[in-house]
C-alpha cells in the first residue's frame, strides 16, 4: 500500500493551516474567520437571505436617517442585537462611528469571552442616497 496524500484526500480531514506549529490553534486564521463572520453577518440587509430571514442586520435602513448621533444610537443597539443574538461568544468592547460625506465607517473593537483575544473590524456603509452634507 503507497503512501496516503493527505492533502489531495477526500472525505473528513483536518486543515492543516488552522494549526500552528506547536500544536494549537492558528488565532489568526481563527480572527480572520470571525471578522469575515462578523462583516457578512452586519452588512448583509436583514431578510435577504432566501431560507435564513433572521440573517443579516438592519444597519442599512438606518442610513436614510441622517448624521446624527440618534442613527449612530440605533445602529449600535442593532450590532449590540447582532452580537447577542449569533456570536453569544463574542463581546464587544467599544463601538465608534464615524460620517464622512456618504460614507458611514464603524470601528468595531470586540474580545473573545474567557480568553485574553482582542480584535476589531471596521465597517464601511455607503449611502446610495448620494446628496449633500
Not at 37 to 43: A, K, Q, V, Y
Not at 65 to 88: L, Q
Not at 105 to 110: K, S
Not at 117 to 132: D, K, M, R, Y
Given at each position: 500500500m503507497g503512501k496516503a496524500n493527505l492533502y489531495n484526500a477526500r472525505g473528513a480531514a483536518l486543515v492543516?493551516?488552522?494549526f500552528s506549529d506547536n500544536g494549537g490553534w492558528n488565532e489568526k486564521s481563527n480572527l480572520q474567520k470571525i471578522e469575515e463572520?462578523?462583516?457578512?453577518?452586519?452588512?448583509t440587509?436583514?431578510?435577504t437571505q432566501p431560507g435564513n430571514p433572521n440573517m443579516g442586520s438592519d444597519i442599512y435602513?438606518?442610513?436614510k436617517?441622517?448624521?446624527?448621533?440618534?442613527?449612530?444610537?440605533?445602529?449600535?443597539?442593532?450590532?449590540?442585537?447582532?452580537?447577542?443574538?449569533?456570536?453569544?461568544e463574542l463581546s464587544i468592547?467599544?463601538?465608534?462611528i464615524e460620517y464622512e460625506h456618504v460614507t458611514i465607517?464603524?470601528?468595531?473593537?470586540?474580545r473573545i469571552e474567557y480568553s485574553n483575544?482582542?480584535?476589531?473590524?471596521?465597517?464601511?456603509?455607503?449611502?446610495?442616497?448620494?446628496?449633500?452634507e
Open positions: 492543516p493551516k488552522l463572520n462578523i462583516r457578512i453577518e452586519l452588512m440587509s436583514r431578510g435602513k438606518f442610513l436617517y441622517g448624521k446624527t448621533s440618534a442613527t449612530a444610537s440605533m445602529i449600535r443597539y442593532e450590532i449590540d442585537r447582532v452580537f447577542e443574538e449569533k456570536f453569544p468592547d467599544r463601538i465608534d465607517r464603524i470601528y468595531l473593537y470586540y483575544i482582542a480584535s476589531n473590524v471596521t465597517l464601511e456603509f455607503i449611502n446610495g442616497e448620494g446628496g449633500t
